[in-house]
């Protein structure tokens, strides 16, 4: 599953809305490997700002 797909998904789990917190909390249950970088949670601002939105 893609970064885009799991931020999705966690938005669908939680009826369409998601603060950052949250969405950072339950990455790792889609993208297990995404706390594997330094800057992981830059990586899913972006990703929010220029795709989900």
Same mark, same amino acid.
């Given at each position: 599953?893609?970064?885009?797909?799991?931020?999705?998904?966690?938005?669908?789990?939680?009826?369409?809305?998601?603060?950052?917190?949250?969405?950072?909390?339950?990455?790792?249950?889609?993208?297990?490997?995404?706390?594997?970088? !330094?800057?992981?949670?830059?990586?899913? !601002?972006? /990703?929010?700002?220029?795709? /989900?939105?």
């Amino acid at each position: 599953m893609a970064k885009v797909q799991a931020i999705t998904k966690v938005l669908t789990d939680n009826g369409g809305v998601a603060s950052l917190e949250m969405i950072y909390s339950n990455m790792d249950k889609y993208y297990p490997k995404i706390k594997k970088t !330094r800057d992981w949670q830059a990586g899913i !601002r972006q /990703i929010h700002i220029c795709r /989900i939105r």
